[in-house]
């Protein structure tokens, strides 16, 4: 079976904790696989030019990006009223923090949560959150990205520690906590970009995606195979898939309304991606729906429909 997740209430429909908390117990009970978080620091008001959504020129930012929770204290949050459930980020913003103090943070996380952390990290596209809190320019993420996967696979391994980049350097230095386990990091990359699944293949577990398509997932995963087999690369690379849900239809619409779909369809989705090759699928349902309750009531549908279609 596919592993089944969803997103956590970080919006501002919400409320900030409670709400966090009550929606964790529930899906973990329901017996969802994993909950997720996503890194949104701000939405800025020009969104003209490099400043619309993904760098679109114009393209609108989400009303529901507006106040959008800290993920890692989302993700601590779950962990703290949670036993088994996985613990994810989908994605953080590496970039836009120090290097040393995100890998603390995530060994902290996974360490009091029993290994149950699964990093998913990207790069960034935003100037407006690159230059209000980045330590480096948007022009390099990328190396951003690496440098941070090169410290955080020091620090979390055994002391004493060192790490030597362009910007920070530890000679030898005991660094703590560690993690409970591996932590597992899947980095996001878009679908047809060679350099970014390069990287997939030679630095992380696996693929997160988002705004993919299922025929994008099969032949991205056979992109990522055929780098796999020239790199030399003997595990498999694991892909989980966001689906993006900004609304709950009570039935199904064709055509469908853009980000909103049944719970019928939802469910099709699941198997659309699953049958595409994912291991791994989350809905972004606190975005679509009004209160925890709701929430919770859609996630259990979700859940029974994915299960009894034997997905």
């Known amino acids: 079976m596919v592993k089944l997740g969803v997103s956590l209430p970080q919006f501002s429909q919400f409320t900030p904790g409670a709400d966090v908390a009550a929606a964790a117990r529930a899906l973990e009970e329901i017996g969802y696989d994993s909950l997720w978080a996503f890194e949104r620091m701000l939405v800025p008001e020009d969104q003209s030019g490099v400043h619309g959504l993904y760098g679109v020129p114009g393209l609108a930012w989400p009303d529901i990006y507006r106040g959008v929770a800290d993920a890692l204290v989302t993700l601590s949050t779950a962990a703290a009223v949670t036993e088994r459930i996985t613990l994810a980020s989908g994605v953080l913003v590496v970039p836009l923090h120090v290097p040393l103090r995100l890998a603390r943070e995530l060994a902290t996380l996974d360490a009091f949560s029993g290994g149950r952390l699964v990093a998913g ?71 047809g970009a060679d350099r970014a699944l390069r990287r997939v293949v030679e630095r992380a577990d696996g693929w997160v995606a988002s705004g993919v398509t299922p025929e994008q997932v099969t032949a991205t995963l056979a992109r990522l195979g055929e780098m796999a087999s020239a790199a030399g690369r003997t595990t498999p690379i694991s892909c989980a898939v966001q689906i993006s849900v900004l609304g709950v239809t009570e039935t199904s619409i064709e055509p469908r309304p853009p980000f909103a779909a049944s719970i019928e369809q939802l469910v099709a989705d699941v198997a659309a991606f699953t049958e595409a090759g994912a291991d791994h699928v989350y809905l972004t349902l606190p975005a679509g729906l009004r209160d925890v309750k709701e929430l919770i009531d859609r996630s259990a549908e979700l859940y029974e429909g994915v299960r009894a279609a034997g997905i």
């Open 121 to 191: 990290l990207g790069s960034g596209w935003s100037p407006d959150e690159f230059a209000a809190s980045a330590p480096v320019p948007l022009s390099e993420r990328g190396r951003a990205l690496d440098d941070f996967l090169d410290i955080a696979a020091a620090v979390w391994g055994p002391n004493p520690v060192s790490f030597s980049t362009k910007r920070y350097e530890v000679s030898a230095a005991d660094i703590g906590p560690k993690p409970a386990g591996h932590i597992p990091v899947l980095l996001g990359a878009s679908a």
